[in-house]
């Protein structure tokens, strides 16, 4: 873990998001939407580039993989969907389980779950998400994360995983970061948190972060329709 936290952590430092060049959004926002085009540089930010987590090669077969998911109760498929109620377009978001130089899957989507970091399901995690501030017009990412800065604490984060999985989280922290600040992506003791990040406005020089801690445990959408 500790390795992997590092290895997150100067990958953060190198490369946590690339700035837009547009001092001022509002007419960036108009410019774009008229132009069709995307306002300013993609925004990036770290993660690994697909290789094993675990630290050195992983010598056990797919099938027994797959059977230590099942009985840890793991999801196979690491997608996750996202709503926000303070925020106009999370709802039901996909999530996907990706680096943070896959522009495809920032461009095609409200968000992405930084590869390397935590899970929902996990008793000690930090679900890292980032997105967007401005994004690409007529895809999911556009305007995705702008109202991020609504959030306040006491707002809940609603991610379900998979298999249905419904986990809550409740806000108790917004702040700002120097992008250098590799602290935001480790986890904190004993407790399973959710990181949110977008660039600050009006330059985009900086990172605004919101974090939420998981408060109920997780519960499956067939329950929730059965007790209905």
């Known amino acids: 873990m500790s390795l992997l936290l590092v290895g997150v952590g100067l990958a ?3 490369t946590f998001f690339v700035g837009s060049p547009f001092t001022n959004p509002a007419p960036a926002v108009e410019r774009a939407a008229a132009e069709g085009s995307q306002p ?7 993660g690994n580039r697909g290789g094993s987590a675990r630290g050195g090669g992983d010598d056990r077969s797919p ?3 797959k059977a230590r998911r099942a009985a840890a109760n793991i999801p196979e ?4 969907r996202v709503s926000v109620p303070a925020m ?3 709802e ?3 999530f996907p389980y990706a680096g943070g130089f896959n522009e495809e899957a920032f461009k095609n989507n409200a968000g992405v779950h930084l590869r390397g970091t935590g899970f929902p399901w996990q008793r000690v995690a930090n679900v890292y998400m980032a997105g967007h501030r401005l994004g690409y017009v007529g895809t999911p ?3 995705a994360f702008w109202d991020l800065n609504k959030l306040e604490t006491g707002d809940k984060v609603y991610v379900t995983d998979s298999t249905g999985r419904r986990y809550v989280y409740r806000v108790f922290k917004e702040f700002v970061v120097d992008p250098e600040d590799v602290s935001v992506t480790r986890p904190r003791i004993g407790k399973n948190i959710l990181t949110l990040q977008t660039c600050t406005l009006p330059d985009y020089s900086r990172r605004l972060i919101v974090q939420a801690e998981r408060v109920e445990e997780p519960v499956s959408s067939v329950a929730e329709e059965d007790r209905s």
């Not at 300013?40 to 770290?46: R, S, T």
């Not at 498929?77 to 996750?80: C, H």
């Open 40 to 46: 300013g540089v993609p925004a990036i930010i770290p």
């Open 63 to 65: 099938e027994e993989r």
């Open 88 to 90: 106009k377009r999370v």
């Open 12 to 14: 953060l430092t190198a």
């Open 77 to 80: 498929d690491k997608t996750l």
């Open 141 to 143: 990412s556009w305007l």
């Open 92 to 94: 039901n978001a996909t």
